[in-house]
């Protein structure tokens, strides 16, 4: 159905009524979640028309070579896959509606060779059989003014001068194409436009403050500084609470100390983490990163069903 749905959406490109070209700045770091806007125009509309329908062909071409296999974004996709997102998702759901609000008030006086952008949007406004206006998205973390370092000369009836104004370059593929209510992504690059590295430390510090409540753990100030660090806070999006029940439980410290191989503190009441291989084996329990039923079956990661090493 995912791969249906990206289908028909490239077909509406032919049923747009209007276009927006907007370039996107934003600075996470400074400015969690805002965004400024700028619009731009194409003096040849069948030059904008050829660049948006080889951009996606370019993309579908590419789901075509993984099989038309589309899962759900969960933080640890591996690399190459191809994830589905829906909007109002809390990963992306304030963010999207940030950006959507700048883009209604986007600024089209700014000379774009001031802009530094680090992405760009088009949008395609049409209108349903039933008469709904919609609209579809095509979405790509890039800076299309290339920036020339160097002075560039082009030719014109043996004649050559220098170019002084700004170049674009869009490449070749976009990175997310957003339709109904849903963004299909072929890569990463979304998860900085939307900001979700501090979304999911967001999550995953919410979480450590359940696990913290709990007082299972003997040095949770290590546990912190190991679950934050690194790809870790992504794992936390599957967090289980009927795992992590189950694991504060005095038959459930049993099933991590005798079968994961995961050591208690000296009073044997909390987990000893202490060791980053102990912290990984409980971190994938507790988000669900091992097959159901974990107190009960034999185990594996997952996605890649990898076997755990015990120690």
Same mark, same amino acid.
């Given at each position: 159905?995912?791969?249906?749905?990206?289908?028909?959406?490239?077909?509406?490109?032919?049923?747009?009524?209007?276009?927006?070209?907007?370039?996107?700045?934003?600075?996470?770091?400074?400015?969690?979640?805002?965004?400024?806007?700028?619009?731009?125009?194409?003096?040849?509309?069948?030059?904008?028309?050829?660049?948006?329908?080889?951009?996606?062909?370019?993309?579908?071409?590419?789901?075509?070579?993984?099989?038309?296999?589309?899962?759900?974004?969960?933080?640890?996709?591996?690399?190459?896959?191809?994830?589905? &997102? =829906?909007?109002?998702?809390?990963? *992306?759901?304030? /963010?999207?509606?940030?950006? +959507?609000?700048?883009?209604? #008030?986007?600024? !089209?006086?700014?000379?774009?060779?001031?802009?530094?952008?680090?992405?760009?949007?088009?949008?395609?406004?049409?209108?349903?059989?039933?008469?709904?206006?919609?609209?579809?998205?095509?979405?790509?973390?890039?800076?299309?003014?290339?920036?020339?370092?160097?002075?560039?000369?082009?030719?014109?009836?043996?004649?050559?001068?220098?170019?002084?104004?700004?170049?674009?370059?869009?490449?070749?593929?976009?990175?997310?194409?957003?339709?109904?209510?849903?963004?299909?992504?072929?890569?990463?690059?979304?998860?900085?436009?939307?900001? &979700? =590295?501090?979304?999911?430390?967001? *999550?995953?510090? /919410?979480?450590?403050?359940? +696990?913290?409540?709990?007082? #299972?753990?003997? !040095?949770?100030?290590?546990?912190?500084?190991?679950?934050?660090?690194?790809?870790?806070?992504?794992?936390?999006?599957?967090?289980?609470?009927?795992?992590?029940?189950?694991?504060?439980?005095?038959?459930?410290?049993?099933?991590?100390?005798?079968?994961?191989?995961?050591?208690?503190?000296?009073?044997?009441?909390?987990?000893?983490?202490?060791?980053?291989?102990?912290?990984?084996?409980?971190?994938?329990?507790?988000?669900?990163?091992?097959?159901?039923?974990?107190?009960?079956?034999?185990?594996?990661?997952?996605?890649?069903?990898?076997?755990?090493?015990?120690?």
């Amino acid at each position: 159905m995912s791969y249906k749905n990206i289908a028909e959406a490239i077909r509406l490109v032919d049923s747009v009524k209007s276009w927006e070209s907007i370039l996107i700045s934003y600075n996470h770091a400074r400015k969690p979640f805002e965004y400024v806007c700028h619009s731009f125009k194409f003096q040849d509309a069948g030059e904008f028309m050829s660049l948006i329908k080889a951009m996606s062909n370019t993309f579908i071409d590419y789901i075509d070579s993984k099989d038309k296999i589309i899962v759900s974004y969960n933080g640890m996709n591996p690399k190459g896959s191809v994830d589905k &997102l =829906e909007i109002n998702n809390a990963l *992306i759901k304030d /963010a999207w509606t940030s950006l +959507i609000q700048h883009i209604n #008030i986007c600024d !089209d006086t700014e000379n774009l060779e001031m802009i530094k952008a680090n992405a760009f949007i088009f949008v395609g406004n049409y209108e349903t059989s039933s008469k709904e206006n919609k609209a579809i998205y095509f979405l790509c973390r890039r800076n299309p003014i290339v920036n020339l370092k160097r002075r560039l000369f082009s030719a014109r009836a043996n004649t050559v001068e220098i170019v002084d104004k700004p170049l674009f370059q869009f490449g070749n593929c976009f990175d997310a194409i957003i339709c109904n209510g849903t963004m299909y992504a072929i890569n990463d690059n979304f998860e900085g436009i939307f900001n &979700l =590295e501090q979304t999911k430390r967001n *999550i995953c510090n /919410a979480h450590l403050t359940e +696990i913290k409540s709990k007082g #299972i753990i003997g !040095d949770f100030e290590a546990y912190k500084s190991y679950a934050l660090s690194g790809h870790n806070p992504s794992k936390f999006l599957s967090f289980s609470t009927e795992v992590f029940d189950n694991a504060c439980k005095d038959s459930g410290k049993k099933v991590l100390q005798d079968k994961f191989k995961i050591p208690m503190t000296l009073d044997g009441k909390k987990f000893d983490l202490s060791n980053d291989e102990n912290a990984k084996v409980f971190t994938l329990l507790v988000c669900d990163k091992t097959k159901r039923n974990v107190f009960d079956e034999d185990y594996c990661e997952v996605p890649s069903s990898t076997p755990m090493v015990l120690q």
